[in-house]
């Protein structure tokens, strides 16, 4: 085990797996960085540092430094995928789907269903999500919920350094595409990863990171984090918490929420995109229908209000579901007998 | 005409194929068997072979919704192609893709496609991977002149400069984008190539419905495009359009005898037949037994498509993924 940075593990498991097979390839905005400036190649190596050292060590067939087009990328990325290739399609910012959606939701996510099972799709895309930066309303959305919603998608969201390297290397080597999204606040989160040049993270594997009776709380990336610390200070006052870390959201791991919220008979699902049509109004729909019997409490959301992601830092702390407002959700869910 | 007579015959043969295949369709849809929506290439023929005929199964095609001239042309099967028209399990695509959605990789076609313009970008992705190969293959992006008003054909004509991508970029200008003219949405109202010549692109025009205008043309395009580092190409064909935007399109846009003269001095069938009976390479009995082998070729895929199995609920769900 080495400790290593979230951003870290993003560059080494790309670099492992384009070591290992020679038909992985990276395309995107600046991820070598400086072509065609006085600097030169890998002046930037990726706005998050996510592709350092790839140019160099892997030359310009396989790091490829794209203009600004997200929409050819992408569809660039469903070409290579055609053509036997497994590219790693870097959207800067995920905000940036809107731009580019037509060829991952058109394209990509249906080829293998429209053309009757008879191609496989082997693309990632990458792309860095999530508020926290105070990058105002084009550079901060959680856009799970409406890739999560799309058939033909995988969708995962590491919230930790290991999850990165054992779930980035699930998804280079899926023959499906997959949608990974990191988030901007977690590039600096540093963690125990395996050295393990196989370590492997199947899709659709929730993880209990914390273990209680009380209540069940779901969750993923960088809000995995706050309701953690919530559980660990209520259990210093015998109130016992699931965490549940999904992982993926697509696939979701519903066995995993379902068993736990027998046990509890409490749910709250804390998710960073707004509430309306979202992962947590999902898995709440989903637990009253198929564990209705086992609930003592309404099934609880805590998402941001339905806005767009507000500038100033006092307006986006107030956006962003906080410890407070999950422990509020914790002890409302208990208050019912 | 440098081509031998096997060439000839297989050339005809080939455009004779979306032809027929075609006529069947536009009688057939008329009795509501055949479900959706379908858009023919009638006319177009000598494109889809003058460019397929310089292409082997390695080369990638990406097509448009008019696609089924540019999967008979890259050799998809007639039979698959006709029960995935009909809706049947059997099809090509297992009856999930219909006439918009055909594809079959192995065959080295990467797709017909619902969304106008949605094809260039992914045609730059497999010209990379050829270029990645080094083997001389190539990809070709066919589109319309409806497509290359989309910001996705743009964006992909930079990126393959950019990239220098073993990639090509066929336009067929039929004039019309769905119901709509070329002079009216084309700002240019000159051509296409010129915007791709804009991109720093060399550019090749012909004529669409001369299949020696479009061969010889491609057999250019193709010597440039093969080499390694030369990049993408361009290459504009005028063609014309015989049926409407979608089967049941009415065509009140055409200009009043329009239909009958692109018929008769337009029609890439007969002028290919007479340049070759004029030359004195071919007789119009050797194309005419052709004729007669290529109709009971498309009725007896008519007769196996009704035949063939129907989908069942169940099938609803395969092949979304390949693991899950």
Known sequence: ?337 | MQLSREALLRAYRQMKVIREFEERLHVDIQTGEIAGFTHLYCGQEAVAVGVCEHLSVEDKIVSTHRGHGHCLAKGCDVNGMMKEIWGSREGLCKGKGGSMHIADVDKGMLGANGIVGAGSPIGVGAGIACKIDGKGHVAITFSGDGACNQGTTFEAMNMAVVTKAATIFVFENNHYSEHTGFEYAVGTQKDIASRAEAFGMKVWRGDGTDFFSVFETMREVLEYVRVPGNGPAAVEFDTERFFGHFEGDPQRYRGPGELDRIREFRDCLKNFRKSVTDAGVLEHADLDALDTEVLAEIEESVRQAKAADRPTAEDVLTDVYISY
């Open chain 1, 1 to 337: 085990m080495a400790k290593m940075m979230y951003r870290d593990a993003v560059v080494s498991t790309i670099a492992e797996e384009m070591e290992r097979d020679e038909n992985v390839v990276c395309l995107g905005e600046d991820i070598v960085g400086g072509m065609g400036t006085p600097g030169g190649p890998e002046a930037i190596g990726g706005i998050w540092s996510t592709s350092t050292g790839l140019f160099g060590k892997f030359g310009a067939d396989r790091v490829i430094d794209t203009p600004i087009s997200e929409s050819a990328i992408m569809g660039a990325a469903a070409g290579l995928a055609l053509s036997g290739k497994r590219p790693i399609a870097e959207l800067m910012f995920a905000d940036f789907i809107g731009v580019s959606l037509d060829q991952i939701w058109n394209q990509l996510a249906k080829f293998r269903y429209m053309f009757g099972g008879k191609t496989k799709c082997p693309a990632v895309i990458r792309m860095a999500y999530g508020a926290g930066y105070n990058a105002a309303a084009q550079h901060s959305q959680a856009v799970h919920q409406i890739l999560t919603g799309m058939p033909g998608l995988k969708v995962v969201m590491p919230s930790t350094p290991a999850d990165v390297k054992g779930l980035l290397r699930t998804a280079i080597r899926d023959d499906d595409p997959v949608i990974f999204l990191e988030h901007k606040a977690l590039y600096g989160m540093t963690g125990e990863v395996p050295d393990d040049k196989e370590y492997m993270i199947p899709f659709g594997h929730a993880r209990l990171t914390r273990a209680g009776q009380d209540v069940t709380i779901v969750s993923t990336g960088l809000l995995l984090g706050f309701c953690e610390a919530v559980a660990d200070k209520l259990a210093a006052e015998g109130i016992g918490c699931d965490v549940i870390d999904l992982r993926t959201t697509s696939p979701i791991d519903e066995e995993a929420i379902l068993d736990s919220v027998e046990v509890t008979g409490r749910l709250i699902v804390v998710d960073e995109a707004p509430p309306r049509c979202s992962l947590a109004s999902d898995i709440c729909a989903t637990v009253a229908e198929k564990a209705f019997a086992a609930l003592k409490a309404p099934p609880l959301s805590v998402n941001p209000p339905h806005t767009p992601i507000p500038f100033a830092r006092e307006l986006e702390s107030a956006y962003l579901p906080s410890t407070d407002k999950i422990e509020a959700a914790v002890r409302k869910v208990l208050s019912y007998r």
